[in-house]
């Protein structure tokens, strides 16, 4: 099967895409071609009106060569997640239907913007179910999509992931910090690999530093996450996270959430607060003792939990749906 993926340049776009066609490949031989594609809002109008009214051949040539690229390795189908390469991915498909009558399977992970039904196949997050009608074309999982791992774990090795200021969570430094400090204080034996994200606020970064002089097992870095997510007996995610929490979800060990006020109910806090009430995750608890204090608890996950697998199953529906016959 010939792939053409598209990519918008978005870590955690691009990372449930990879891991998607990694699953993929388990099963089908796979040819990928890959095209790295920016855009600002005045070539999403453009692309609009070409797509709506066929006028393919004022496309820049960037285009035409993508296309003949295409052509040349007989693409079967074009993948991709995020709003922004979802009106270039209908681009190719119109384009092929009618200068080649060439009918291409559009693949979007993540819920597509516009034109639900012009695609082949949609695989979208349960908590974006509102945002579409119930379709044939779609293929549902929770969460995010992540690799699945079932290697043994290092007791030694801890994660603590952290997202930043985000619409959905109060980002409070302070309250953030006392956290870590207690979590590098319960355990002392373990080696912790501390993660930030671009979305991190400099001054958490900066605190979390001196932490350094205190903690002499803190390691602070931004490589070999998924490395070392795999190999962590214990992860504490921020709750903005969403797609580092099922990164942690997919793979052995115990898994936790920080304590965080959300700023309204949204499909994300609803998501998050589900995964605690039914104990497939645990959680940092703050349990008032009396005015102006506090104590901190740990919650576990249930113990017997099992390790989500949603881009496994995901993969096996996306097969049937596409009618792929080129199995290994």
Not at 1 to 10: A, F, P, Q
Not at 89 to 116: A, E, G, R, T
Not at 133 to 151: D, R, W
Not at 239 to 268: C, H, P, R, W
Request: aromatic content about 10%.
């Amino acid at each position: 099967m010939n792939i053409l993926w598209i990519k918008d340049g978005k870590q955690g776009h691009e990372k449930q895409v990879k891991v998607l066609i990694d699953e993929l490949s388990k099963s089908v031989d796979i040819n990928l071609i890959e095209e790295n594609y920016k855009i600002n809002n005045l070539s999403r109008l453009k692309n609009y009106y070409h797509y709506l009214t066929n006028n393919f051949f004022n496309k820049a040539v960037e285009f035409i060569k993508l296309m003949n690229k295409c052509n040349q390795n007989n693409i079967d189908c074009v993948i991709g997640a995020g709003s922004s390469v979802h009106m270039r991915m209908l681009l190719i498909k119109s384009y092929f239907k009618n200068k080649h009558q060439k009918d291409i399977s559009l693949v979007s992970v993540l819920v597509p913007s516009l034109f639900h039904k012009n695609f082949s196949v949609i695989c979208a997050p349960l908590h974006d179910d509102k945002k579409l009608t119930n379709n044939e074309n779609i293929i549902y999982f929770e969460g995010s999509l992540a690799k699945v791992s079932i290697k043994d774990i290092d007791e030694n090795i801890g994660l603590i992931a952290l997202g930043g200021l985000n619409k959905h969570y109060d980002f409070d430094e302070e309250d953030l910090l006392k956290q870590i400090q207690y979590i590098l204080t319960l355990y002392p034996q373990k080696k912790w690999f501390l993660f930030i994200s671009r979305r991190t606020p400099s001054y958490i970064t900066e605190e979390i530093s001196k932490l350094k002089n205190e903690f002499s097992n803190l390691i602070i870095t931004d490589k070999d996450f998924d490395e070392v997510i795999e190999k962590a007996s214990i992860k504490f995610i921020t709750q903005d996270s969403v797609n580092m929490v099922y990164e942690a979800l997919s793979t052995k060990g115990k898994t936790y959430l920080f304590n965080m006020n959300y700023k309204k109910e949204n499909k994300i806090s609803r998501q998050m607060n589900l995964l605690i009430t039914n104990k497939q995750i645990g959680y940092i608890e703050k349990i008032n003792i009396a005015e102006g204090l506090e104590k901190i608890k740990i919650q576990s996950q249930n113990p017997y939990h099992e390790v989500f697998s949603e881009v496994e199953k995901v993969a096996y529906q996306l097969i049937k749906k596409l009618n792929l016959n080129s199995a290994k």
